[in-house]
């Protein structure tokens, strides 16, 4: 896959997690203006490969704010990122005017949480930019009963939308959204046969760190995040999005080493 001008291949990539939001679940990762260069330098020097930037909370009851909030949280630290610094940058938004301005600031690939289906631009702008686009699976009711279906008919409708738009296909990765839409059984049958989705065509995103299917406290949640990540490594996934990135590099580092 391609974001930005490099190649990810035959690996396991870390994207680091960098919220710009005062409620995002793990209060660990929000960033202000003020720390995001901080933050991203020690990213990158623990082995980030791509900047995730957040500038809305997608957590259980999140509030939702509008799209020129979003760029009025995200406008200054994205420049600041770009400016400073040569990694790949993925802007999470499922709004296609977030994602224009995103773009137009240096952003690399969009991360869309409602897979291209929120904005019916969004497909789009992003091809139009020539950019990069995570594609994640989510529904408006919980799903029931089977997931597989379900979770691979959306995927790969969305890969239709992306294509008949114009992104390459090369600049394409599937998320089957953990988290999202699912009961905690459901997400760890989604995370124990991830490598089901591979079938689709397209290199994986798997977001599982700290997240509620591993119970407890979310400060706790660190040793089954990876866990998750060497499930992933496992299923040759391309990228985990986490927030800590020492630890997970370490994990994907040891799994490569040993296998």
């Not at 009025?72 to 802007?91: H, Q």
């Not at 904005?119 to 992003?126: G, H, N, R, T, V």
């Not at 008919?153 to 839409?181: P, R, Y």
Request: aromatic share 8%; with cysteine.
């Amino acid at each position: 896959m391609i974001i930005g001008n490099k190649k990810f291949e035959n690996y396991t990539y870390v994207m680091a997690i960098v919220n710009l939001t005062p409620d995002s679940f793990y209060e660990g990762s929000r960033n202000t203006e003020y720390t995001v260069l901080k933050t991203c330098e020690r990213a990158i020097k623990e082995g980030a490969s791509v900047i995730d930037i957040g500038a809305q909370s997608t957590r259980p009851g999140y509030v939702e704010v509008s799209a020129d909030e979003e760029i009025s949280r995200f406008e200054r630290p994205l420049r600041l990122i770009k400016e400073n610094f040569g990694i790949p940058v993925s802007a999470d938004t499922y709004f296609s005017k977030s994602a224009k301005a995103a773009l137009e600031l240096g952003a690399d690939m969009i991360n869309d949480v409602w897979g291209l289906t929120h904005d019916e631009d969004m497909a789009e702008i992003i091809a139009k930019h020539k950019a990069s686009v995570c594609i994640m699976h989510n529904a408006k009711k919980p799903l029931e009963g089977d997931i597989w279906n379900p979770v691979m008919s959306f995927l790969k409708d969305s890969v239709s939308l992306a294509l008949g738009a114009g992104i390459e296909k090369d600049k394409i990765c599937l998320d089957g959204g953990i988290g999202f839409a699912k009961n905690r059984e459901q997400n760890l049958e989604l995370l124990n046969g991830y490598d089901r989705l591979s079938a689709l065509g397209y290199p994986l995103l798997l977001g599982t760190s700290r997240k509620s299917l591993f119970g407890g406290n979310i400060a706790d949640r660190l040793p089954q995040t990876l866990e998750s990540t060497r499930l992933a490594a496992k299923y040759k996934t391309l990228f985990v999005r986490v927030h800590d990135v020492k630890e997970n590099v370490r994990a994907v580092e040891e799994y490569y080493e040993h296998c």
